[in-house]
């Protein structure tokens, strides 16, 4: 699967590689979040190899989520919809991942990738709109859905006979955050688009709309 950003307005492609003369467009796809999408981003930490070691630049050796938490621990009054921020932020942290937080634009719909991919396959056969899909390289899928979804979440599973039932299938809402494209996330690479938010995949869906595949298909790998 290849690395992939947003790109800028009037470009005339809807995403395109990203390049050695670019880095990974952290800067470029923080604007295009900003700028197209009227997402808010905070700037994240970033991963480090030094010696043949790998670390955050929290500076916490015992960090278990290398380059992949917000870089300000008040992150949620730092958030920003500014370019200038971006500009600021990026242009002094160039390899920091895009933090976007949850809860707010959209909501996030986490599960495997095991699950994830024959949910969205299925999705797209049947002629659905499942809104813009990222993969991260811990094999994870984030489904982009409108915000204030928790609570639909929960009476749409119990509907669907699922609400006793331990998934592996998080709403990911207000007060939390994902980590954004084409950021690099651990020692495993980047995260990815699989349908970037643009054309088909522009508009956000509600949850509804996407949970009865995705719980059907997390509850057929959850003894696995």
Known sequence: METTIATAPG?????????????VGLLDAALEYIETRHWDVVLGTSVQRENGLWSCSCGDPRCAQL?????MRDWQKKTSGQPSR?????????????????GRAFDVLECSEDAGLPALARL??????PGPVAATPGRRLYFFVLPNSRTKVARALAGLGWGRTALDLACRSAGDYVVAPPSRMGVRGQVQWVRAPADSARWLPEPEEVLAPLAYACGLHRDR
């Open 11 to 23: 470009t005339p492609s809807a995403a395109v590689r990203a390049t050695p003369g670019n880095r």
């Open 67 to 71: 380059g992949a938490h917000p870089a």
């Open 86 to 102: 971006a500009h600021e932020w990026w242009g002094a942290y160039p390899q920091g991942s895009i933090i976007l937080p949850t």
């Open 124 to 129: 797209e056969r049947s002629g659905a709109h």
